[in-house]
């Protein structure tokens, strides 16, 4: 099951065990037992603090097994394969249930130990997808912490009955005692924040405490991360708040045009950034979205950031870094069959549509690209742009284009997304031609029109443009003295990872200036 190269490094890392690690296998004739058999064989070789048995006669999933230790029956469980992107998961569940801490800010830990309530967690992934670990990872080890919490991480490709069943159609999709919890992308402190039910008090209450920052940088991807090293580099006092650091590159998968960097991932880049940051002394604030900007009273004076979780946060200056999202298509049924046949991340969802039929709205670059990827997957894709052209790389059209099952239509507007209540079914377009509407039968429709930025709690603090994007000068001025933006989110032009990191490090450069060069008010 595990090549070589896998034994030697898993070996290596087992080695990092401080107790013993049991796995209990419940398994059945077939094949997909026969190789996590082979693999938990193989595990179990590779360190004498690990040992492995079997008990078939445990009502539960098959096959499926728990990482535990040795006279404990909790801690997380895999059902199916936890290879491909799952591989690290296993990894690191082994590792923790075997006493190697984990880099989680020990708050959040004691507070995963804490929870007083029975919490059983199912999480449905595929092998493909690179969003699933982050949520399999946090809810493992609040099961390896917490006794009272278990966790069973279900490779939907394998229990294909039940993503049928449960009409899952998203990964990684989270179910707690039996009901829809979430689905995509979680940290465990979004994870723990959602159970926790007094944790946004207690979050407000903590951040109120904190002294005003000379700058507060409000988002936490490319641009505010390098706001934030340069900021912390001057040695001024820096906060750096967000929902979730890395923001949008945690939704890529590969990146090769990041200078220095050939070849990297999203998810291990918002890593190295957050790896740099912690480097320096900034004060990072996960887990929390701005919703108001309260402007100073007077120049010089303290600028103020609402949080939803009801904090206020007061700087001398503020750099919005807040990035953009995907851009929805605005049509009846889209926010209904949200995560039931509406997706937008072809790499996570594409093989839980294996066999059928899909579309695509969008053809520039992302939209052609996740065609030609979903071509290799499903039965049929279609395509529709609103265009007259696509706008995708001449290769990509010309590849798309050579496929037996891809369909492309021009001057087509989606007016609807069509469901039967818990799935989609269709949708209707509009040919722009002749204004004639068609409908097309399919299971999925995958979104891939753009972005829009993440500034609606800007409203009237400072000026934006018909698309909401901040107007910002060349030092990344805002029209609010103090204010200044990078980024996605602002009027500059080409929406890159580097151009995003640069515009954050000029931002930072401009507010310092800014500071040495203002009388405080306050």
């Given at each position: 099951m595990l090549d070589t190269n896998l034994k030697t490094q898993l070996k290596a890392y087992l080695e990092k065990l401080t107790k013993p690690v049991e796995l209990i296998a419940t398994l059945d004739d077939g094949a997909k037992s026969a190789e996590i058999r082979t693999l938990l064989t193989d595990i179990a070789s590779l360190s004498e603090k690990v040992s492995f048995r079997e008990e078939n006669d445990r009502p539960a999933r098959k096959p499926s097994f728990l990482i535990t230790n040795p006279g404990s029956q909790s801690g997380p469980r895999f059902a199916g394969s936890p290879m491909g992107h799952e591989f690290t998961s296993l990894v690191l569940a082994l590792l923790q249930t075997?006493?190697?801490?984990?880099?989680?800010?020990?708050?959040?830990?004691?507070?995963?130990?804490?929870?007083?309530?029975?919490?059983?967690?199912?999480t449905y992934y595929s092998l493909s997808c690179h969003n699933c670990p982050d949520v399999v990872q946090a809810l493992?080890?609040?099961?390896?912490?917490?006794?009272?919490?278990?966790?069973?991480?279900?490779?939907?490709?394998m229990f294909q009955n039940e993503i049928t069943d449960r009409n899952v159609m998203g990964v990684p999709a989270v179910y707690l005692n039996g009901k829809e919890f979430g689905q995509g992308r979680m940290?465990?402190?979004?994870?723990?924040?959602?159970?926790?039910t007094n944790a946004d008090k207690r979050a407000a209450e903590e951040l109120n405490k904190r002294d005003a920052y000379e700058v507060l940088i409000v988002g936490s991807g490319p641009a505010g991360a390098a706001a934030a090293i340069y900021s912390a580099r001057k040695g001024i006092r820096t906060g750096l708040m967000g929902e979730r650091f890395g923001g949008q590159v945690l939704d890529t998968v590969d990146i090769e045009n990041y200078i220095s960097v050939p070849k990297t991932e999203g998810a291990k880049l918002a890593g190295s950034l957050r790896a740099h940051v912690d480097d320096y002394d900034v004060d990072v604030i996960d887990t929390q979205s701005a919703i108001k900007l309260i402007p100073a009273a007077k120049e010089g004076g303290l600028h103020a950031i609402e949080t939803a979780s009801g904090a206020v946060l007061k700087s001398r200056s503020i750099i919005i870094a807040t990035g953009a999202r995907w851009r929805n298509m605005g049509v009846p049924g889209e926010e209904q069959y949200r995560t039931k046949g509406v997706t937008y991340c072809p790499h996570c969802d594409g093989p839980l549509f294996k066999g059928k039929r899909t579309a695509v709205i969008g053809g520039g670059n992302s939209g052609v690209e996740a065609a030609i990827d979903l071509a290799g997957i499903v039965e049929h894709v279609t395509l529709l742009e609103f265009?007259?052209?696509?706008?995708?790389?001449?290769?990509?059209?010309?590849?798309?284009?050579?496929?037996?099952?891809?369909?492309?239509?021009?001057?087509?507007?989606?007016?609807?997304?069509k469901g039967d209540g818990s799935k989609v079914t269709g949708l209707t377009y509009i040919d722009r031609n002749n204004q004639s509407s068609h409908e097309i039968a399919l299971s999925g429709i995958f979104v891939q029109i753009g972005?829009?930025?993440n500034t609606g709690f800007l409203e009237g603090a400072v000026e934006r443009n018909?698309?909401?994007?901040?107007?910002?000068?060349?030092?990344?001025?805002?029209?609010?003295?103090?204010?200044?933006a990078a980024g996605d989110c602002t009027t500059v032009p080409y929406k890159q990872i580097i151009i995003a990191s640069g515009e954050g490090a000029k931002a930072s450069l401009s507010a310092f200036d800014y500071l040495i060069r203002t009388k405080p008010a306050e």
């Open positions: 075997g006493g190697h801490p984990s880099k989680e800010a020990q708050s959040l830990l004691d507070q995963v130990a804490a929870l007083d309530s029975d919490l059983h967690f199912e493992n080890l609040m099961a390896i912490l917490n006794p009272r919490i278990s966790h069973t991480a279900i490779d939907g490709g940290s465990l402190a979004e994870i723990v924040g959602k159970v926790d265009a007259s052209e696509m706008r995708a790389d001449k290769v990509l059209q010309d590849k798309l284009r050579s496929l037996k099952n891809v369909d492309v239509i021009l001057n087509a507007q989606t007016t609807e997304v972005l829009l930025p018909r698309m909401g994007e901040i107007i910002i000068d060349a030092k990344c001025e805002t029209s609010l003295k103090g204010v200044f």
